[in-house]
């Protein structure tokens, strides 16, 4: 399928084989200037000559602002003299600091078109073809490949005129590699060939190696491997005798184990992996990364949270009963019935037990029509609609659906009413009758403005907007989204946080299609605007009412705007890599993923991947999860842990299942999400392995361990990047606050640190409801926490020491807050904010210090590092992870470090030592982290071992 040859890594390595691209035709005149001068002109010109050559030296050293400033003394003087090739030469000059030093593409440009200008106007035709080659690459960094190909090939027709074969065979592989960019594969290949033949007439053996391994990639996104193949068989032989050259070899080997891998040829992929590493690991002082494509585990499922509401309505089924028979009236205990009855059955609905569901709303259709009730008649055949609607049953949906709108209209319900012709709308919809849809849902709209409904009146927006996306009326489409968001957005207000997150779930799916009727209209960024707006609302009021000098009232809060995206990514001097997973699109599409890497530059760049091929989800309870979700489920089961704390509560059939499942996988899963998640924007991300890249994922992409991710090459994402993760990208900004914040405090505080291991442990019920037993204790925390406290010079607090009452006393005190011990994912509360940590019980309380208490301390914490078992993970929602991360930064904490599975004791403790050590010599928390990583990575090369953390929020 295209999907997998086209998410191939060996893109990647397309990329790495071309050669390294220019840093600028960036150099001193290499002709006269002008034929005859005065001595004073020609003294006027050496002059510039020397301010040109100094600003070149300036660009060089990384001084781009004081090259500007020299180059532009240059152009003063230049035209001043009427040396017009000298002005067109500073001018391209400068056009390449802001080209290449500071990103400032459009500056770029404007300078660039000046210097071809002038060129062409003296006829400089080498000068000519290499400013079009540079504007080429301008347009092509900033994805515009049509763009760029257009200015490319005005390059090599002039090149070729001049009969320049080295530059020719460049420029022709600028044009194919943009080519393959564009997946105009014919046309790459093409190009290609032509750069093999210019290569071979002129004995270029090192050119003409990589250039086959390029032709290799092409091939296999042409899915024509026997010629990849052979392709990457004629590279090999040519890197072979080119000992200088091994590291174009290794990733020919690599790029032949994906090619293999995805044909099923597993010993053969896993031979050739395993040879790219060994010469990496000779080359190189990295950790071997082996266990390429062999590496599989446990694939278990994440159940949903439903079990609360479920007992809250059987509960009020038997309460009702009470009720009517102490009344004496049945008729009270009827309709109390039927109404539960109803709620309990779609509270099945929305976990995909529809025969349990349909059961359930036939008795209460039985009670109503036994009691006379038209209008709980009317609710319960909109219910059986929605049904039998679910389980794509239209016909019969449609039927009920119609039969309740009469009831509606007999008992007068306009609100209902409304509900049943939007209901009729979406089964039109679901049988692709667009037409017939879009007449219901107006229908709808106008029933829905009449009575005031807001919130239907939303949803049916929403509705309206999805048809005419898909009918291709963007422009009106995204007129019509913008509508709904507006009407949902305002329904927010006032409510609390857990409201808000919980209402957020219902409304979530507008923002996706607003973002694929924006990308449908090229307005990437417009659309990278709605989904920072779909994302962590809730998280961001809170964060903003706790910065608050008025902790009382929520400030009015806007969404971040493109401008100030762009200054977070500045101010947080990192790349942001910002995800969107789009499902609720055309029956006949695969879900999108959207992915949007702004640059501290500001530059923002957008890949867009089609999750095809991965495990489509079913009807069934057991088998919701999206196709995105299962694949990560299968990568935290390749990792496949148990570790310190608690052993996961597995029932034996979803093992059984999760086994079969992954064994049946055709490529390994931290691979195959490599692929979908890193590899599209491979080209984007920073360089420099000490430059952050901060991840902010969405849905289950919260659960994915970013940093081993592992590339076709074995190399883990650790191993490249900087690695740190946010639930949004305001988030950012008010972490940011709130450490400015901090700084300022803690001045006058010194350095207090709370480190904490191994308390003397609680009894806990575990699951809920049974028998309270002890926690194990954990003697390896124990240790940690002595040595860290060692490293820091403090006491660290454990056993009986470590009560919660003496953990709270010193935790709103200190700048460091180290807590080694159980972490618990259970609502211990019931108020809808998983997870808790273990501490020694006193008098007072029960030792359990929850995600939900946390939420109401107040901090002055700096850094709050929770060495526990599964601290990371939490109910996901649309708001994000709620659970003791977002805890701790809602409470003041702006840099939380949390695990993702539970972590086992001793590399736990190697890990957390070095962490401290590495911080010790320099403040960046990130990268602390990642060299902690890489540490224990030698030590403990699994990496179940090395790469549960992440750090949330800010890296300084």
Known sequence: MSYHRRSLSLVIAALLLAGGTPLGRFNPLGAPVVLAQSETSQAQITEAVYLNQQGYDQFRQG????????????????????????????????????????????????????????????????????????????????????????????????????????????????????????????????????????????????????????????????????????????????????????????????NMGGLFFSIGQYKEALDSTQQALAIFNKFSDRPDAATAFTELGLLYEIVGQYSQPLEFQQSGLAMRRDIGNALNQEAITKVGQAATLNNIGRVYVSVGKYDQALKLHQQALAIYQELGDRAGEATTQNNLGQVYDNQKQTDQALKLYQQALQLYKQVGDRTGEGVAL????????????????????????????????????????????????????????????????????????????????????????????????????????????????????????????????????????????????KQIAKTQNSTLVEYAIVQDIAPSQAPQLFIWVIQPTGNISFRQVELKGLPQPGINAADTASPLESLVTQARGAIGIKGRGLAFQEDTTTVARAIAK?????????????????????????????????????????????????????????EQHTVLTAPSIQVLDLTHQQQQRLQQANRQRGNPTLIVGNPTMPKVSLPLGATPQPLPSLPGAEQEAKAIAALLETQALTGSQATKAAVLQQMSQTRLVHLATHGLLDDFKGLGVPGAIALAPSGRDNGLLTASEILDLKLNT????????????????????????????????????????????????????????????????????????????????????WAAFTLIGEAQ
């Open 63 to 254: 001084q781009p602002q004081e090259a500007l400033v020299t180059l532009q003394k240059a152009i003063t003087i230049f035209k001043a003299t009427g040396a017009k090739a000298g002005e067109a030469q500073s001018l391209n000059h400068i056009a390449n600091v802001y080209h290449y030093s500071l990103g400032q593409y459009p500056k770029a440009l404007e300078f660039y078109q000046q210097a071809l200008k002038l060129r062409q106007q003296i006829g400089d035709r080498e000068g000519e073809w290499a400013t079009l080659d540079d504007m080429g690459m301008a347009y092509g960094e900033q994805g515009q490949y049509t763009k760029a190909l257009e200015f490319y090939q005005k390059a090599l027709g002039i090149i070729r005129q001049l009969g320049d074969r080295n530059s020719e065979k460049l420029r022709l592989n600028e044009i194919a590699s943009v080519y393959f960019r564009l997946g105009q594969y014919p046309q790459a290949l093409e190009a290609y060939q032509q750069v093999l033949k210019l290569q071979r007439e002129g004995r270029d053996h090192e050119g003409e190696g990589t250039t086959l391994g390029n032709v290799g990639v092409v091939y296999v996104n042409l899915g024509q491997y026997a010629k990849a193949l052979e392709a990457y068989r004629q590279a090999l032989t040519i890197f072979d005798s080119l000992p200088a050259y091994q590291g174009a070899k290794a990733t020919i080997l690599n």
């Open 862 to 945: 700096d850094l709050v590092v929770l060495s526990a078992c599964d601290t990371g993970r939490g109910r996901i929602t649309g708001d994000g992870v709620v659970g003791l991360s977002r805890s701790f930064i809602a409470a003041g904490a702006p840099s939380v470090m949390v695990s993702l599975w539970q972590v086992p004791d001793a590399p736990t403790a190697t890990l957390m030592t070095q962490f401290y050590q590495t911080l010790q010599q320099q403040p960046d928390k990130a990268q602390a982290l990642r060299q902690a990583m890489l540490a224990t990575m030698k030590q403990h090369p699994d990496p179940k071992d």
């Open 422 to 565: 939007s209901n009729l709308g979406h089964a039109y919809e679901q049988q692709g009758q667009n037409a017939q849809a879009l007449k219901f849902y107006q229908q709808a709209l106008a029933v829905h403005r009449e009575v005031g409904d807001r919130v239907n009146e939303g949803v049916t927006l929403s509705s309206i907007g999805r048809i005419l996306h898909r009918s291709g009326q963007q422009s009106e489409a995204e007129k019509t989204l913008r509508q709904a968001i507006a009407i949902l957005e305002s329904l927010r207000p006032g409510l609390t946080d857990a409201e808000k997150v919980s209402i957020f779930e219902t409304q979530q799916k507008t923002y996706g299609t607003l973002q694929q009727t924006l990308i449908a209209q090229k307005q990437t960024n417009p659309a990278l605007e709605i989904a920072e707006r779909s994302r962590a609302r809730a998280f961001v009021e809170l964060l903003a009412q706790r910065l608050s000098t008025n902790s009382t009232t929520t400030p009015a809060l806007n969404p971040p705007t493109l401008a100030q995206i």
């Open 662 to 718: 992954v064994n049946n996988q055709t490529n390994q899963p931290l691979q195959q999400l490599h692929q979908l998640l890193i590899q599209p924007i491979t080209d984007l991300l920073p360089t420099d392995p000490n430059a952050h890249v901060t991840f902010l994922p969405q849905e289950a992409l919260f659960l994915v361990p970013f940093p081993a991710l592992q590339a076709s090459n074995g190399r883990y994402l650790i």
